[in-house]
C-alpha cells in the first residue's frame, strides 16, 4: 500500500435524440483509449461510468493530481467518444469541449475534474457521486448533512476518531477564491455562505485525523464562466471516501434520501428535486430531468480498483450501483411529486430561476424591444 491518486474526469460529448444518453459506441472508445493507457503506464487502472447524457471516467494512478499526462489521456477518450458522436450526428457532440486542442489539463476546457490523493488504509471504500443537469453547489446540502450533521452521521458522536469534526474548502466560483472553515466551531460561519448556492461550492473536506486526510472532493469548473455563455450545466461529480474514522456508506447515502431542490434541469434555468437512480434509469426524460444523482461504490486496492467482477466481462470493474436498491424507491416518488408540482408553474417563478442565474433568457433583448412603450406610473 501507498499513496494513490483517484481521478474522476466527466464530460458531455454527445447523446442520443437531445440530453438523454451516450452511444454505446462513445462509451467503447472511451474504454479504448483508457486501456491504452493502463498499457503505457500512464494510469493504473480505470472504470467507466455515466449519469445521463454525461460520461465520466475514474482512473487510479501514482502521479498526483492535475497531472498532464493522466488529463491528456482523459482528454483523447473524450475527444474520441465525441468523434463518434459527430459521425452519428448526435446532440450536443463535442459540446464539453471548449477549446480545440489540449493545454496542460482538462480544468478550463469543459470537462469536470473531481481528484484525492490518500495513503491507502486497510481497507478503502470510495463512493462516486455523478450528478447530471444540475451545478457543484447542488452538492453543499448533502455533503455539510454527511460531514457536520449528527442527525445523519452518527459517527460525529460516537466515532473518536471523527468526533472532533472536519474542515471544509469552500471556493467562491464568480471570484475564484478559497477559504477553509473548521466544523463544528465554525458550522454557522460555513453555513453562512455554502446556503447561497450560486455562487458558493465546497470543493474538499478533509479529516482532523492527520492518518486520513482528504475525505471528499468536487469538481467545481462552471462551463457558464469558462466559455462566457450557456454551453450545458456542469453536471458536477464527487469522490467521498467512507467508513473507518470517516462517515459510513450509510450515512453518505441517506442525505439523498430528501430529494431537495437544486438549479438546473431544463436549459440551466429551473429548480428541481434532485432524484436518486441508477446509472440505467439516469435517462433525463421528464422535461429533462429531473436533475439526477448516481452513486457508485468501489474499493481501492494497491492501487487498482476492486469492483463487482463478471466472468463474463474480463478485465472490466461493475461498480455498486446504490440507487439501484428498491428501498430508494419511496425517495423516486417524492421527487416527482415535487418535479409535476413545481412544472406546474411554468415560466414563472420559483420554477424557474432569478434572471441572474438563467443560463437560458430572452430579457434583455424584450425590454430593448419594448423600452419605448414604458410610461411613467400616475
Not at 323 to 337: H, N, P, T
Request: some cysteine; overall charge negative.
Amino acid at each position: 500500500m501507498g499513496k494513490v491518486t483517484v481521478s474522476l474526469i466527466k464530460a458531455d460529448v454527445g447523446s442520443v435524440a437531445g440530453h438523454t444518453t451516450p452511444h454505446p459506441k462513445m462509451i467503447e472508445a472511451v474504454k479504448s483509449v483508457l486501456s491504452d493507457g493502463t498499457k503505457k503506464g500512464i494510469i493504473e487502472d480505470f472504470a467507466t461510468a455515466r449519469c445521463g447524457d454525461d460520461i465520466s471516467l475514474i482512473m487510479t494512478h501514482d502521479k498526483g493530481e492535475n497531472n498532464e499526462k493522466v488529463h491528456k489521456l482523459a482528454w483523447d477518450a473524450f475527444m474520441s467518444a465525441a468523434e463518434e458522436a459527430k459521425k452519428m450526428h448526435l446532440y450536443g457532440a463535442g459540446q464539453d469541449l471548449l477549446a480545440e486542442a489540449f493545454s496542460g489539463n482538462v480544468r478550463g476546457l469543459g470537462p469536470g475534474a473531481a481528484e484525492m490523493t490518500f495513503e491507502e488504509r486497510k481497507s478503502e471504500p470510495v463512493i462516486a457521486l455523478l450528478a447530471d443537469k444540475t451545478e457543484p453547489s447542488a452538492f453543499n446540502l448533502p455533503l455539510a448533512r454527511i460531514f457536520a450533521d449528527p442527525f445523519t452521521t452518527t459517527g460525529l458522536v460516537i466515532d473518536t476518531r471523527m468526533h472532533a469534526g472536519f474542515i471544509f474548502e469552500v471556493v467562491d466560483v464568480k471570484e475564484h477564491k478559497k477559504i477553509k472553515i473548521s466544523t463544528p466551531e465554525g458550522l454557522h460561519d460555513l453555513l453562512a455562505f455554502i446556503g447561497d448556492i450560486t455562487r458558493y461550492a465546497i470543493k474538499r473536506i478533509f479529516s482532523k485525523d492527520n492518518s486520513i486526510g482528504i475525505a471528499a472532493v468536487v469538481s467545481t469548473e462552471k462551463l457558464s464562466l469558462i466559455a462566457g455563455k450557456y454551453v450545458g450545466k456542469d453536471d458536477p461529480v464527487a469522490l467521498i471516501r467512507a467508513q473507518s474514522g470517516l462517515p459510513a456508506a450509510g450515512e453518505v447515502l441517506q442525505p439523498f434520501a430528501f430529494p431537495a431542490l437544486v438549479s438546473g434541469w431544463m436549459r440551466g434555468s429551473h429548480w428541481g428535486p434532485f432524484y436518486p437512480s441508477s446509472q440505467d434509469d439516469s435517462n433525463p426524460t421528464f422535461f429533462d430531468g429531473p436533475p439526477r444523482i448516481v452513486a457508485l461504490g468501489f474499493h481501492v486496492r494497491d492501487g487498482k480498483i476492486q469492483g463487482l467482477e463478471d466472468a463474463s466481462k474480463p478485465g472490466e470493474h461493475i461498480l455498486l450501483d446504490y440507487f439501484k436498491d428498491s428501498s430508494w424507491d419511496a425517495v423516486r416518488r417524492q421527487a416527482m411529486e415535487v418535479a409535476i408540482y413545481i412544472r406546474r408553474h411554468g415560466p414563472f417563478m420559483p420554477a424557474i430561476l432569478p434572471p441572474e442565474e438563467l443560463e437560458y433568457t430572452t430579457l434583455p433583448e424584450v425590454r430593448k424591444k419594448l423600452q419605448d412603450k414604458w410610461e411613467e406610473v400616475d
